[in-house]
């Protein structure tokens, strides 16, 4: 970051004299107010719950312009990535910085590949849960429990120790999350095939099984791989800052992914693909497109609790351009799978149509996200609806990874510790029981 030739000044109205702060200067985007020396020179803290005005680090990885609805991973658009790239490419890219030639690619590949089965001891660990254990519950505890199986990767400050680790999440997630559907379901466990692509293999642990040969669809495998690819980063966004903020600690980093896996989970986060076909499935139940209308006046209605999930961002106020790419992806699965008709894909393009021209959406900027399709290519290529959040931990893994390594490496990351505003009781003393 560099000095702007701007500064910026603080005043007050009570008679405390004004300080200037300086300002920087990023390649893209806003600018940012220092504002490190404020409490030193005033005694006050800003106040900004849910960081809406807080740049939290400097980070070269992920941009976005919300109001444009651009994606770039290292300076490269989302469109061009999820035509010309595979993931391990987008993998290789967000962790070093740049495109992998043939050579490079094909070495991160072996070495990616070589590391995909996880310790034999996993799936004893993996029994304790009940079968029916949400599979983000299963995620969170598998991930965390890595650290206890290699410990050999888990210093943090040193930088071999973080790359094998890198590899090693990248390489085990599809492994564990594959593990904790065949869990649930009571099939046996799949071990990883070295001859077949990061999602190809991904597939077949998740639906072959030992008593036949599974041939991996090239379409399935195609649409899988864009899935990653657009969730493989977001920058600052909460289970990042959450995988940021614990790692700030300096804790093993297969700990601070399971933080972010954690946080993931919510339904304003990553849990919002689920939740996106969970509403589509009871729209479609209860009348399916002729209902449609009603439904949104029950979104607008701000009594009612209701939102359309898979719209609305916190950053986008134009249509997020992975939400198009999806909608790509999902007209190409139906396709292949004969399930053109399919009533839920349908269902969402009416809602969206309304969605794009009703005031109430239009005004608040509000359009698809990702997650407004991710759902139904999920439930069309045999993905159970509660295992979605964990193919979006899968695929974010990398970004999670690249952002907690680029924080080691700046010489300007401090343990993460925010400040508040007091609102409880001053200083009391105890009184006796009796008196209570
Ligand atoms: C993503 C999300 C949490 C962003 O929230 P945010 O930036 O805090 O935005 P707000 O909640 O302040 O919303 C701004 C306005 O739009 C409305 N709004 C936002 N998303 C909405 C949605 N999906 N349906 C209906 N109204 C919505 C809010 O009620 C608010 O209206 P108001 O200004 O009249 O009070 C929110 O849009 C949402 O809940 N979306 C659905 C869940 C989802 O798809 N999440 C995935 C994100 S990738």
Redesign the pocket.
């Known amino acids: 970051m560099k000095l702007a030739d701007n500064k910026a000044t603080l005043s007050f109205s009570n008679g405390k004299p004004a300080i200037d702060l300086p300002v920087y200067s990023g390649n893209i985007g806003p600018d940012v107010i220092d504002i490190r020396k404020l409490y030193g020179q005033t005694g006050m803290f800003t106040y900004d719950p849910?960081f809406l005005s807080t740049a939290s680090c400097q980070s070269a990885i992920t941009y976005i312009d919300g109001d444009k609805g651009e994606l770039l991973y290292r300076g490269y658009p989302i469109e061009q990535l999820a035509v010309n790239c595979d993931f391990l490419e987008t993998c290789y890219l967000l962790l070093k910085g740049n495109l992998p030639n043939a050579t490079e690619k094909k070495d991160f590949t072996d070495l990616v590949t070589r590391h995909t089965m996880v310790n034999e001891q996993m799936q004893f660990f993996l029994r304790g849960f009940r079968r029916d254990a949400h599979p983000m519950a299963i995620l969170t505890g598998l991930i965390g429990a890595l650290s206890a199986f290699y410990h050999d990767s888990t210093d943090i400050n040193n930088p071999e120790h973080r790359e094998i680790s890198a590899i090693r999440l990248i390489a085990k997630l599809p492994t564990l999350v594959a593990m904790a559907y065949k869990y649930g379901i009571g099939q046996p466990y799949m071990y990883p095939q070295n001859d077949l692509s990061y999602s190809g293999n991904f597939l077949r642990m998740m639906f072959a099984t030992p008593c036949e040969e599974y041939k991996v669809n090239p379409v399935i495998e195609k649409a899988l791989d864009r899935i990653f690819i657009l969730h493989a980063d977001h920058e600052q966004n909460a289970s990042t800052s959450t995988v940021r903020l614990c790692g700030s600690s300096g804790t093993n980093p297969f700990a601070a992914i399971a933080a972010g896996v954690a946080c993931l989970w919510g339904?304003?986060?990553g849990g919002?693909n689920e939740?996106?076909l969970n509403m589509l499935e009871d729209l479609q139940a209860n009348g399916g497109v002729a209902k449609v209308g009603e439904f949104m006046e029950k979104?607008?209605d701000?009594n009612s609790g209701?939102?359309?999930?898979?719209?609305?961002?916190?950053v986008y106020k134009n249509y997020?351009p992975r939400a198009k790419l999806m909608q790509e992806t999902c007209d190409e699965v139906l396709t292949e799978l004969g399930l053109e008709k399919d009533p839920l894909f349908a269902l969402a393009k009416a809602l969206e149509k309304i969605a794009l021209e009703d005031d109430?959406?239009v005004s608040?900027k509000?359009y698809p996200?990702?997650?407004?399709y991710s759902g139904i290519v999920q439930r069309a290529i045999g993905i159970p609806v509660n295992l979605f959040t964990g193919i979006f931990a899968l695929a974010r893994t990398v970004g999670w990874i690249a952002q907690l390594n680029e924080m080691i490496g700046d010489p300007e990351y401090k343990i993460g510790r925010p400040r508040q505003l007091f609102t409880g009781s001053v200083r009391r003393d105890v009184p006796h029981i009796t008196k209570r």
């Open positions: 849910g339904p304003a986060h919002a939740a996106c979104v607008k701000k209701v939102r359309l999930m898979g719209f609305g961002h916190r997020d109430y959406f608040r509000l996200n990702v997650d407004f």
